[in-house]
């Protein structure tokens, strides 16, 4: 018979190990699903496994995860590691979850889910960013977490928090910085000077930004205002080309990680049809939630990066808060205790919301970042460019959708996410329409790539 769970959890990052934690303890059935080696999230990754070496390079942050990670090890829930969730769709007594393990697909039934399944690095459609040599700045940090692998020479390009923190850990493991460029727009710190106020509700963080800031600028070859960012050679890397402050440069190197900040993973809530709304200031799709991450599909919850970038410790508040709601539906009465607790958690949470608006401002991507031009690939996977969208869009196309019947754009193996959001700024840009009206790519299953064989096989639990 198939075994229901009262509560599915997808992903074991701060946000998702905090609602396991709080839902187990007060005896829901509960599983987590996460498709990693260990439970951790991003900004925990093999924090159980690490060596001290790792640890040192990582810095104090990291380590912080250990006490989470051990409380949701003896947790009384089931978790399955290396659980890749590829579908998930209604069921007669809830939801269905798909997920690949070992090879095969097994179906999960649970009653109520939570998608704690994070973010992904916002793409970064420059020249030449298709080549061997290029890769994203958490593909290095993965690699750092994961393996204690580094590059010996490195050059890194883009904007943001995990970007200037992946340079200090590769200062500290000894990894030769040949230059940092930094295509934070001036305009930037303009209009993020309103918000300082946000961001001196909390101290530590803002003092540890300004700190990691000014370090690089120092100890590094570091370009402010860069601009036009080109990665040249003939198979692979072998330059990157770029403008700053009006002059032109071109640094030798084989290795570049790009790197422009963080957007929320909505593809999961989207097979769901959960409704989803445009974030101008952090120019990405959410999905709509209203208290404690419900979304607009009964028993669907969000928490954590998958509903709106907020960092570690605002995943882990809205993970708890959205299991003690869940909680509350099995009908247990609630002590007056818990009721006082639950509401200081959502009002903690507007208030790290709040906060962070002073850096979703200060590294709100630059323009021309968003709309790619020419021969600069935007659809990876299906080689198209940015001259081929703009054209089609300037020919009438209804909207993304449309846009990828015409051009393969999107139908590769990343289904969109490494696209989506630049052909709607391209289709956006070519009609005059805010993006707000540009819909998302739809997303239909599978999720991630899956095989005939392994879909045949596919199994309950
Ligand atoms: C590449 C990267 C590196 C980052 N590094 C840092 C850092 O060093 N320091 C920092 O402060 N912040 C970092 N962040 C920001 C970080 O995401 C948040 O601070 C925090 O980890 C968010 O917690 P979360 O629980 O919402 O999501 P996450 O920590 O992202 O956890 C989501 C979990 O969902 C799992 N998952 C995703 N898709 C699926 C699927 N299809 N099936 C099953 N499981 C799935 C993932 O394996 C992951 O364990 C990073 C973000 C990214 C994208």
Redesign the pocket.
């Known amino acids: 018979m198939t075994q229901i769970y009262d509560y599915l959890v ?7 190990m905090a609602a396991a934690i709080e839902a187990s303890h007060a005896g829901l059935k509960v599983l987590v ?4 080696a260990a439970a ?4 925990f990754r093999n924090v159980g496994h690490s060596c001290a070496a790792q640890e040192q390079v990582l810095g104090p ?1 990291y380590g912080l995860g250990k006490p989470l990670l051990q409380a949701f090890m003896a947790a009384p829930c089931d978790y399955r590691p290396l ?3 590829w579908n998930i769709e209604p069921h007669a007594q809830g939801f269905t979850v798909a ?1 690949l393990i070992d090879g095969l697909s097994i179906n999960f039934v649970a009653s109520d889910l939570l998608i ?6 916002r793409p970064m459609a420059v020249s030449g960013w298709e080549k061997p040599g290029v890769m994203t700045a ?1 593909a290095g ?2 690699l750092l977490k994961a393996s204690a692998l580094v590059p010996k020479q490195v050059v890194l390009a883009g904007s943001g928090p ?1 970007l200037l ?1 992946l340079a200090h850990q590769y200062r500290a493991a000894g990894v030769t910085i040949t230059a940092l460029l930094d295509t934070t727009p001036r305009s930037n710190y303009w209009r993020a000077i309103p918000w300082l106020i946000a961001g001196l509700s909390m101290p530590k963080q803002l003092l540890k930004g300004v700190w990691l800031s000014l370090v690089q600028r120092i100890r590094v070859p570091y370009f402010t205002n860069v601009a036009d960012i080109k990665i040249v050679g003939h198979i692979g890397a072998e330059a990157v080309r770029f403008t700053a402050a009006g002059k032109d440069y071109e640094v030798p190197t084989q290795l570049v990680l790009l790197h422009q900040g ?1 957007v929320a ?1 909505t593809q999961m809530a989207q097979t769901l049809a959960c409704e989803l709304s445009w974030n101008p200031v952090k120019q990405c799709w959410q999905i709509q939630t209203t208290g404690a991450g419900q979304t607009s599909v009964p028993g669907v919850q969000v928490a ?3 509903g709106a970038i907020g ?2 410790q605002l ?1 882990q508040l809205e993970g708890r808060l959205a299991a003690m709601a869940r909680i509350e539906r099995t009908g247990t009465r609630s002590s007056w205790a818990k009721k006082m607790l639950y509401q200081a958690l959502a009002l903690r949470i507007c208030q790290l919301h709040w906060a962070r608006g002073l850096v979703d401002r200060l590294y709100q991507p630059a323009p021309w970042l968003s709309t790619p031009t020419g021969t600069t690939l935007v659809c990876r996977c299906e080689q198209v460019s940015a001259a081929q969208i703009t054209d089609i869009a300037q020919s009438g196309c209804a909207g993304v959708n449309q846009l990828k019947a015409f051009s393969r754009a999107g139908m590769g193996p990343c289904q969109g996410r490494q696209c989506g959001l630049n052909l709607g700024y391209l289709v956006a840009q070519a009609q005059g329409r805010p993006m707000a009206q540009v819909q998302p790519l739809s997303v239909r299953p599978p ?2 790539p899956i095989n005939l064989g392994q879909l045949a096989q596919s199994s309950d639990l």
Not at 116 to 121: C, L, Q, T
């Open positions: 997808v992903g074991a990052g701060p946000a998702g699903l996460d498709q990693a951790g999230g991003q900004i942050d659980a890749q969730v997920a704690a399944n994070g973010a992904m690095e958490g940090q993965i995990l923190l963080i993973q954590g990066d998958a960092g570690a995943a999720l991630s």
